[in-house]
Protein backbone atom coordinates (compact mmCIF):
# COMPACT_ATOMS: atom_id res chain seq x y z
CA UNK A 1 0.00 0.00 0.00
CA UNK A 2 1.85 3.00 -1.01
CA UNK A 3 1.75 6.16 1.07
CA UNK A 4 3.48 9.25 0.74
CA UNK A 5 4.73 11.10 3.62
CA UNK A 6 4.73 15.26 2.10
CA UNK A 7 7.55 17.68 4.14
CA UNK A 8 5.81 20.57 4.56
CA UNK A 9 8.67 23.61 5.44
CA UNK A 10 8.63 27.22 6.39
CA UNK A 11 11.41 28.21 3.66
CA UNK A 12 12.83 30.91 5.54
CA UNK A 13 13.85 28.72 8.22
CA UNK A 14 15.69 25.93 6.18
CA UNK A 15 17.22 29.33 4.04
CA UNK A 16 19.11 30.39 7.51
CA UNK A 17 20.41 27.19 7.90
CA UNK A 18 24.22 27.57 8.17
CA UNK A 19 26.25 24.93 6.06
CA UNK A 20 27.26 22.80 8.59
CA UNK A 21 23.55 22.22 10.09
CA UNK A 22 22.43 21.74 6.54
CA UNK A 23 25.01 19.11 6.01
CA UNK A 24 23.46 17.36 9.11
CA UNK A 25 20.32 17.14 7.99
CA UNK A 26 21.24 16.19 4.75
CA UNK A 27 22.87 13.50 6.33
CA UNK A 28 19.72 12.48 8.65
CA UNK A 29 18.01 12.18 5.22
CA UNK A 30 20.34 9.70 3.78
CA UNK A 31 19.99 8.12 6.89
CA UNK A 32 16.62 8.12 6.61
CA UNK A 33 16.50 6.88 3.31
CA UNK A 34 19.39 3.67 3.90
CA UNK A 35 17.12 2.88 6.56
CA UNK A 36 14.04 2.54 4.33
CA UNK A 37 15.80 0.84 1.61
CA UNK A 38 16.93 -1.80 4.39
CA UNK A 39 13.10 -2.08 5.65
CA UNK A 40 12.59 -2.44 1.66
CA UNK A 41 9.88 0.18 2.07
CA UNK A 42 11.05 2.94 -0.02
CA UNK A 43 9.47 4.26 -2.89
CA UNK A 44 10.01 7.51 -5.25
CA UNK A 45 11.17 10.69 -3.50
CA UNK A 46 12.33 14.03 -4.47
CA UNK A 47 13.85 17.21 -2.51
CA UNK A 48 11.97 20.20 -4.07
CA UNK A 49 13.59 23.06 -4.98
CA UNK A 50 12.59 26.26 -3.27
CA UNK A 51 8.54 27.72 -4.25
CA UNK A 52 10.48 30.95 -5.49
CA UNK A 53 11.56 28.97 -8.88
CA UNK A 54 8.11 27.33 -9.25
CA UNK A 55 5.83 28.27 -12.04
CA UNK A 56 2.18 27.51 -11.89
CA UNK A 57 -0.30 26.59 -14.78
CA UNK A 58 -3.39 27.78 -13.66
CA UNK A 59 -6.86 26.45 -16.12
CA UNK A 60 -9.31 29.26 -15.66
CA UNK A 61 -12.22 27.36 -18.11
CA UNK A 62 -11.68 24.71 -20.54
CA UNK A 63 -8.56 25.51 -22.68
CA UNK A 64 -7.87 28.87 -21.13
CA UNK A 65 -4.50 28.06 -19.19
CA UNK A 66 -2.71 30.90 -17.70
CA UNK A 67 1.21 30.60 -16.49
CA UNK A 68 2.10 32.35 -13.28
CA UNK A 69 5.69 32.82 -11.76
CA UNK A 70 5.97 31.11 -8.50
CA UNK A 71 3.71 28.83 -6.50
CA UNK A 72 0.02 27.92 -6.57
CA UNK A 73 -0.30 29.34 -3.32
CA UNK A 74 1.98 32.20 -1.69
CA UNK A 75 1.77 31.21 1.76
CA UNK A 76 4.43 30.73 4.98
CA UNK A 77 4.49 27.02 4.60
CA UNK A 78 5.49 25.28 1.36
CA UNK A 79 5.71 21.23 0.44
CA UNK A 80 9.89 20.90 0.51
CA UNK A 81 9.96 17.43 -0.29
CA UNK A 82 7.72 13.84 -0.20
CA UNK A 83 8.74 10.24 0.30
CA UNK A 84 6.86 7.63 -1.11
CA UNK A 85 6.66 4.11 1.14
CA UNK A 86 5.71 1.26 0.38
CA UNK A 87 4.09 -0.67 3.54
CA UNK A 88 1.33 -2.81 5.34
CA UNK A 89 -1.29 0.16 6.58
CA UNK A 90 -1.71 3.66 7.72
CA UNK A 91 0.09 2.57 11.16
CA UNK A 92 3.18 1.31 9.83
CA UNK A 93 3.30 4.51 7.42
CA UNK A 94 3.19 6.94 10.23
CA UNK A 95 5.98 5.53 11.82
CA UNK A 96 8.04 5.80 9.33
CA UNK A 97 6.59 9.79 9.06
CA UNK A 98 7.74 10.25 12.89
CA UNK A 99 11.34 9.18 11.91
CA UNK A 100 11.80 11.91 8.62
CA UNK A 101 13.89 14.32 9.72
CA UNK A 102 12.71 18.00 10.21
CA UNK A 103 13.24 21.03 11.93
CA UNK A 104 10.77 22.41 14.37
CA UNK A 105 8.77 24.43 12.55
CA UNK A 106 7.82 21.27 9.77
CA UNK A 107 4.92 19.12 9.22
CA UNK A 108 4.74 15.69 7.72
CA UNK A 109 1.33 15.06 5.84
CA UNK A 110 0.46 11.45 5.29
CA UNK A 111 -1.71 10.35 2.71
CA UNK A 112 -2.42 7.20 0.64
CA UNK A 113 -2.02 6.94 -2.64
CA UNK A 114 -4.94 6.11 -5.01
CA UNK B 1 16.41 17.63 -15.59
CA UNK B 2 14.06 15.99 -12.75
CA UNK B 3 10.90 18.59 -12.50
CA UNK B 4 8.25 18.22 -9.69
CA UNK B 5 4.01 18.35 -10.84
CA UNK B 6 1.83 19.15 -7.65
CA UNK B 7 -1.85 19.22 -8.76
CA UNK B 8 -3.85 21.56 -6.77
CA UNK B 9 -7.48 21.70 -7.47
CA UNK B 10 -10.87 22.60 -6.00
CA UNK B 11 -11.58 20.07 -3.72
CA UNK B 12 -15.71 21.23 -3.22
CA UNK B 13 -15.79 21.13 -7.17
CA UNK B 14 -13.99 17.67 -7.78
CA UNK B 15 -16.36 16.02 -5.01
CA UNK B 16 -19.23 17.76 -6.59
CA UNK B 17 -18.70 15.94 -9.67
CA UNK B 18 -20.42 12.82 -10.85
CA UNK B 19 -19.19 9.33 -10.13
CA UNK B 20 -18.56 8.76 -13.78
CA UNK B 21 -16.69 12.12 -14.39
CA UNK B 22 -14.15 11.64 -11.32
CA UNK B 23 -13.73 8.42 -12.48
CA UNK B 24 -13.06 9.41 -16.17
CA UNK B 25 -10.78 11.87 -14.92
CA UNK B 26 -8.94 9.34 -13.01
CA UNK B 27 -9.10 7.30 -16.24
CA UNK B 28 -7.52 9.98 -17.94
CA UNK B 29 -4.60 10.73 -15.11
CA UNK B 30 -3.92 6.81 -15.66
CA UNK B 31 -3.93 7.52 -19.41
CA UNK B 32 -1.64 10.85 -19.27
CA UNK B 33 1.22 8.86 -16.57
CA UNK B 34 1.14 5.99 -19.15
CA UNK B 35 2.07 8.13 -22.09
CA UNK B 36 4.75 9.47 -19.86
CA UNK B 37 5.73 6.24 -18.30
CA UNK B 38 6.70 4.63 -21.84
CA UNK B 39 8.53 7.63 -23.18
CA UNK B 40 10.48 6.97 -20.15
CA UNK B 41 9.92 10.69 -18.99
CA UNK B 42 7.87 9.29 -15.91
CA UNK B 43 9.54 8.69 -12.82
CA UNK B 44 6.97 8.87 -10.10
CA UNK B 45 3.81 9.71 -8.93
CA UNK B 46 -0.28 9.24 -8.90
CA UNK B 47 -3.38 10.62 -7.98
CA UNK B 48 -3.75 11.01 -4.14
CA UNK B 49 -6.44 9.60 -1.67
CA UNK B 50 -8.09 13.14 -1.09
CA UNK B 51 -7.13 15.95 1.79
CA UNK B 52 -10.25 14.43 4.36
CA UNK B 53 -8.20 11.42 4.81
CA UNK B 54 -4.87 12.51 5.19
CA UNK B 55 -2.92 12.53 8.85
CA UNK B 56 -0.42 14.92 9.55
CA UNK B 57 2.35 14.87 11.80
CA UNK B 58 3.75 18.02 13.99
CA UNK B 59 6.69 17.11 15.15
CA UNK B 60 7.63 19.66 17.70
CA UNK B 61 4.58 18.50 19.46
CA UNK B 62 4.37 14.79 17.97
CA UNK B 63 0.85 16.02 17.90
CA UNK B 64 -1.30 14.14 15.01
CA UNK B 65 -3.98 15.75 13.70
CA UNK B 66 -6.69 14.70 11.24
CA UNK B 67 -6.67 16.34 7.56
CA UNK B 68 -4.29 17.70 5.38
CA UNK B 69 -1.21 19.58 6.74
CA UNK B 70 -2.54 22.85 4.55
CA UNK B 71 -5.04 24.04 2.02
CA UNK B 72 -5.81 20.10 1.42
CA UNK B 73 -6.05 21.01 -2.29
CA UNK B 74 -3.02 19.04 -3.37
CA UNK B 75 -4.62 16.25 -5.79
CA UNK B 76 -1.69 14.93 -7.00
CA UNK B 77 2.12 14.58 -7.50
CA UNK B 78 4.12 13.43 -10.31
CA UNK B 79 7.88 13.50 -10.73
CA UNK B 80 8.90 13.99 -14.62
CA UNK B 81 12.04 14.11 -16.80
CA UNK B 82 12.00 16.98 -18.85
CA UNK B 83 14.37 18.39 -21.19
CA UNK B 84 14.24 21.95 -19.31
CA UNK B 85 10.91 24.28 -18.08
CA UNK B 86 9.52 24.60 -21.43
CA UNK B 87 9.20 21.05 -21.78
CA UNK B 88 7.68 20.75 -18.20
CA UNK B 89 4.98 23.46 -18.81
CA UNK B 90 4.36 21.57 -22.44
CA UNK B 91 4.00 18.34 -19.50
CA UNK B 92 1.71 20.58 -16.75
CA UNK B 93 -0.90 21.84 -20.05
CA UNK B 94 -1.56 18.01 -20.52
CA UNK B 95 -3.08 17.49 -17.24
CA UNK B 96 -6.69 16.41 -17.26
CA UNK B 97 -8.89 19.43 -16.26
CA UNK B 98 -10.08 18.77 -13.23
CA UNK B 99 -12.03 21.48 -11.40
CA UNK B 100 -9.72 24.69 -10.84
CA UNK B 101 -7.00 23.12 -11.71
CA UNK B 102 -3.64 24.52 -10.89
CA UNK B 103 0.25 22.55 -11.13
CA UNK B 104 2.45 24.14 -9.88
CA UNK B 105 5.93 22.87 -12.00
CA UNK B 106 9.21 23.17 -9.94
CA UNK B 107 12.80 21.61 -10.35
CA UNK B 108 13.54 18.63 -8.44
CA UNK B 109 16.44 16.54 -6.80
CA UNK B 110 15.87 12.75 -6.88
CA UNK B 111 16.37 12.10 -2.68
Redesign the interface.
Given at each position: M?H?L?L?INESAYAALTEEQQSELYAE?MAF?AAMNEAGVK???????P?T???????RA?GD?L?TDG???E?Q?Q?G????VDVTD?DEA?AW??R?P?L??????????? | MRYAFLLYGDEVGAAALRAEDRAELARRHRELAGALDRTGALVAGGLLRPGATATTLWPASGRLTDGPSSGGQLGAVYLVDCADLDEALLVARRFPCSPGLSVEVRPARAA
Open positions: QIMHHIGPSAQLTSGARTVRTKQVPFATELGFYVDLARLVPGDSVEVRRMM | -
